[in-house]
């Protein structure tokens, strides 16, 4: 019970992290467009 807890934390901080890199890559391309 414990480890499933542990392994669903995991995988929504995996997410969030996945969303954060992605977000910092559209700023970047963003910026890029608007040079």
Do not use: C, H, P, W
Not at 11 to 22: A, E, H, I, K, Y
């Amino acid at each position: 019970m414990l480890n499933e807890y542990r392994n669903r934390r995991a995988v929504v901080s995996d997410g969030f992290r996945q969303v954060r890199t992605r977000r910092q890559a559209l700023a970047q391309f963003t910026v890029k467009i608007g040079k």
